[in-house]
């Protein structure tokens, strides 16, 4: 029985995330790129907007259809978009912190992994975007499930905590959330909302080899030593 | 509230963050706290791009996004260098509850 | 006059150079050398004595006062007392007293000193290879040196240092034959009994020098009778035992007692007569010179001297001791078997009996008494001597018998001595040897004072005026406080009439009993000298080997003569004239006792009517013939040996009273259970405690201290203290630690949240900074 209305809960859930994701793909781009520039705006607490800038785009200037675009205010539908992922991520979140089980919890994370990757095309970071669904969601996900696999001694297996530890951490992290965000939402930041276009893949890897060069070679080792230490560790006696 | 500015991204990369830390504080699995690990290194991240893009005025940068690239790498590894510690762990102790592990010796 | 007290002093020293002499080089003198040196000494002693009697015999009466009060003094130191000072004087005490005894002394010294060196040359080194010949007369000087010193002594401060001297000589003496215990044990006995009554002497001396404020005999006198008719001194000071005071008696009272005790020791009066018969076990010299003639005499002539510094309450005192004494010893002696014991209790009841007869006032009496009393009994005891001697050292009467014809001198002359202490006379004739006069002096001053004072009008009536009873001038005190009160009208008269304590009439008993022992005394002289000399032999062996030595006879024969002549002459006169002087302005009786009576002193009543009978006369009656019948009784008894005396003896009860009688009435044991057994038991005690506290108390608390001062240390400060603290810094860090480790649970969740926390804080605290800063 059990069996059965999990198997039901997966279909569902599956699901759900399918259309958000497809939801995301499709419309985040768009919803990004009517941000409008040139007008300068107030900080993003102020609350007016539903002055449709929809139409003012298409500067286009290039004929190739790349993803450098041109941002304008998304209007309504990047605030939806926005709040629903936003939901997402904080509800899968929740949903890990609540969670047992560590598979559920796993689950969850590639949920959560998901939602940002969508809120990174939003945030005109096709790229990284991607490069999140695909290393993150796609393969460091996997290697936890990996890892789950090969550690777990059965999947129904709870560890509880105790409730004064729950209470304690609660507190604590809610010290942490409050004081943070006094700070994020207090704080005066210096935005400059003129239109900015979406980097290009091509000024990324522009960049990655020019003025992040040195970074990029010492990942490439740390890469290497990871890979070592980490087959060292995880080998045979 | 429509408008979409830089202190929404950062409140949800906040809380992503915070989440994160309970979820390392509280989950005894070993498998749990790197779940916990990587929710902290995408509300990093989160925060990196939407730096990026709210405050990089005119000229595309990508130096957000370059950051957050390295956190993914970076995390990645860890990642594996990690499961491969829980792996370790659970062929010394036999069990995968971190508060078992609590003593340096044997 | 200073030519006799160089005489006199030189005849002290004399005997003390020879000491010296003996002592240092007397084993190198030998044998019967040292002997002649000792008897040298003396007679140079004597001839100095003869110098000075014969010197003062010829003198007039203003020439002897002056010659007494003219002698030269010598301050020796003078000690403080209450400020006052008490010289300690260099004096000799010149008057008719003082001569005759010094007399008496080195003549009777002089015959002993001849017997013992035959006697002794039989009774030293061949004996026992330890009396040393030399060392006797050595001792026989030094003794002759202090008995003379104690003679011509003016200041009873020195006469008490001679005193000492003469009771170390006759411990001395009497230990001679030290190897024995018998010997040594007597020697003890006698000086720690002469100790206990010297005892009273110093404490009486104490009295003297605090009170009277000197030492002198006669300057004491004078103060004592200014301090007597002011009622200041030592008669303002009352009596206080422990707080409770005693009525009736001043410190007066005492210090009369004190300076008797003295007397009690060295002349063995009762209580302490217990050691002159033990002192027998000395050489027979030795008992005849100092404890029948001499040294025992020196009590007498203790209280003579000291006579006007007595209360009446003292001179009953003396009287009723010397009472006791003379009865108890003439009844213990009655039961006697040695020889030397029977003689021994002889002397002891013959000085009871000079005590009492200065006890009731016969001082001429008394003092006569003392010097036929040396002559006879030292002649005694030489014959006995000579008896044991020629039994071959057999005491024992029992064993002898029928040595008459064995040994006639000795027995002749011991029969004159006999005759002597028995008071030999025919009453009323002025026909009598030795003790005839003597006691009968002392009875018929003692038949005065119970018969015939009341009709003298004395009693307590004196005080009252003259009449034709008026007291003599010099008739003590009570002439002096006539005179004062004739002189001093107002006020004095009432003082001295209170002060004028009446001369009290004797009780009855004290005249009879006397009497009753003057006819006991007879009786076992007559029977020692019996059972010794005649009837038949009852050991043949100590009979055949009887034997007399020649050169003893001397001494013999010269005091028998001594005896019967002096009896008559020179003594009695002379002690008379000196009696005056010693007994004026006396706070007690003095009364003379003579059939001639001294020019200024009270004597007896010589005629009859208005109540008084003659004393004489009556004593002619009571005891004129006493000597008769007692000797007649014991020959009765003894004349076939001791068979009657035995069968007597088993008559109940006189076996018991034999029994006590034999045992000494017991003093001895009783001494000995009480005072040695108790002073055995006290000392033990202290010993015990001592030993069981300090000897081993000390120790014990020392370990107990150390014991304690180790588990102190070791446990509660080394192992509280020191280690607690050490512990209590490890604890106190252990405990700070496990409290500190306790956030390093090892649990990876709880670091996170650790450093989560900090974080936290870090933030806030920046943010309120940047906030505070902002505003």
Redesign the interface.
Known sequence: MVCEHTTRARFLLAGLLGLLAAGGLLLGPRAASAHETGQP?E????????HDHDHDHEHGATADYDL?QRSE????L??LL?YVF?AT??GS??A??ISTN?VR??VY?FV??SG?AV??FL???N??GV??LI??AG???I??I???M????SPWVR???KRG??I???V??T???V????????AN??????A?????VA??GK??MT??LV?FEA?SV??LV??I???L??RQE | MFDIGLTHYLVVATLLFVMGVFVMVTKRNAIGILIGVEMVLNGASLNLIAFNRYTTGGLPRVDGQVGSLFVIVLAAAEAALAVAICMNFYKNLNTVDVDRGDELAG | MSGYETALCLGVALPLAMFGVLAFFGARIGKPAAGWCAVAAVVGSLLLSTYVTLGWLGMSAEQKSAATSGAHAWEWVALSVHGVDVPILFKVKLDALTVMMYFMVTLVSTCIFVFSVGYMSGHSDEVDGQSKYHRFFAYLCLFEFSMLGLVISSSLFFLFVFWELVGLCSYLLIGFYFDKKYASNAAMKAFITNRVGDFGFLAGLMLVMFFLHTFDLDQAAETFKFQAIGGTGIFAASVNIFGWQVSGMTLATLMGVGLFCGAMGKSAQFPLQVWLPDAMAGPTPVSALIHAATMVAAGVYLVARIFRLLTPDAQFFIAVIGLITLTITALIAIVQTDIKKVLAYSTLSQLGYMIFGLGVGAWIGALFHLITHAFFKAMLFLGSGQVIEGCHHEQDIRKMGGLSKKMPVTCWTFFIGVLAIAGFGIPLAHVGIGGYFSKDEILAVAYERTYNWEARGFGDQVGQPAGEHALPAHAGMLGATVRLASDNPTGAEERETAIARHVPVLPKFMFWIPIIIAYITPFYMMRCWWLTFMGKPRDHHVYDHAHESPLMYGPLVVLAIGTVVFSYVMFRDNIAGAGVAATDASLVVAIDGGKKTADNMLGITHHTGHGLVDPHAALAGIVGFAWLVGMGIAVLIYRNGLAIAERIRRIWPLSWIYVALEQKLFFDHIYDTVLVGGTKWVLAQLSRAFDTYIVDGVPNLLAKVTVGLANFSGRIVDAGGVDGLIDGFADTAQAAGAVVRQPQTGRIRNYILFGTAGASLVVIAIVLVTYAGAR
Not at chain 1, 43 to 50: F, K, P, Q, W, Y
Not at chain 1, 196 to 200: D, K, N, Q, T
């Open positions: 705006h900080h993003a607490a102020h609350a007016d907007d539903h450098r205010s998304g209007g309504g990047e605030a926005f936003a991520v904080l979140g929740l890990i912190c560590i919890m796993a994370l959560t992994l940002v809120m990174f945030l005109l970071a790229f990284i490069i999140q290393v993150y393969g460091t996900l290697l936890l990996f890892g789950v090969l550690t777990s001694k560890f509880d905590v530890e729950l304690a951490a609660g604590v992290c010290v942490l959330a004081a943070l965000l006094t700070v994020v939402v207090g930041w210096p935005t400059n909302d003129t900015v276009e979406g980097a290009s000024d990324f960049a990655l003025t992040y970074p990942i740390l890469l990871v890979m230490g980490a087959a560790l995880a």
